[in-house]
């Protein structure tokens, strides 16, 4: 199986600063078709999680554009230029291109 | 606008079964690839398995800790997607979230308690 590692596990931001999660898989992620089926969600507090960036740096339809996604074979991050209240939640690292699918533990984000 | 909603979960006994369902709007079901996806109480995301459109084959692929007592299946006429549970263990108890494919759209989730 391949396994997904988020780092940090808790960051505590400023609201107004940067935040910055780091993926890293346990083996390539480029599928056999070229494409790396790497996503990255949101899970605010009690609600389902929602697709944030796909295929690495793709932004889902309606997610604001201060959330960027980057990397390439084994390690990816994910960048929110400007924190906002709305983005406290737990972030998660997904890769699709491989069975079984896999998630990172998690990334609590929480304001200072 | 797309929607899934799961329904079908509560609570049950170790070795009992119960059946999810996932009622599915706002797109053309028959050519999605759906997936099922669990949580623990406090914990993470954890992948149960993913079906394949009937256009694709209609293969299902399972995780490990499911394999031989979940079934997957799809009935395209009424774009429900379902998730059959037999020999319920107390750590599959979660939330059980369907999801399209890459993880794009997920419902809000049915709870299932498995406990004595």
């Known amino acids: 199986d391949i396994v997904m590692t988020q780092t940090p596990l808790s960051s505590p931001v400023t609201l107004g600063q940067p935040a910055s999660i780091s993926c890293r898989s346990s083996?390539?992620?480029?599928?056999?078709?070229?494409?790396?089926?790497l996503s990255w969600l949101q899970q605010r507090p009690g609600q389902p999680p929602r697709l944030l960036i796909y295929k690495i740096s793709n932004r889902f339809s309606g997610v604001p554009d201060r959330f960027s996604g980057s990397g390439a074979g084994t390690d990816f991050t994910l960048k929110i230029t400007r924190v906002e209240a709305e983005d406290v939640g737990v972030y998660y690292c997904t890769q699709a291109g491989q069975f079984p699918y896999t998630f990172g533990q998690g990334t609590k984000l929480e304001i200072k | 606008e797309v929607q899934l909603v799961e329904s079908g979960g509560g609570l049950v006994k170790p070795g009992g079964s119960l059946r999810l369902s996932c009622a599915a709007s706002?797109?053309?079901?028959?050519?999605?690839?759906m997936n099922w996806v669990r949580q623990a109480p406090g914990k993470g995301l954890e992948w149960v398995g993913r079906i394949k459109s009937n256009t694709d084959g209609g293969t299902v692929d399972y995780a490990a800790p499911v394999q031989g007592r979940f079934t997957i299946s799809r009935d395209d006429s009424k774009t429900m997607l379902y998730l059959q549970m037999n020999r319920l263990k107390t750590e599959d108890t979660a939330v059980y979230f369907c999801?399209?494919?890459?993880?794009?759209?997920w419902g809000q989730g049915a709870l299932v308690t498995v406990s004595s």
């Open positions: 706002g797109f053309t079901f028959r050519h999605a690839w």
């Open positions: 083996q390539s992620l480029v599928h056999s078709d070229g494409n790396t089926y």
């Open positions: 999801a399209t494919s890459s993880s794009t759209y």
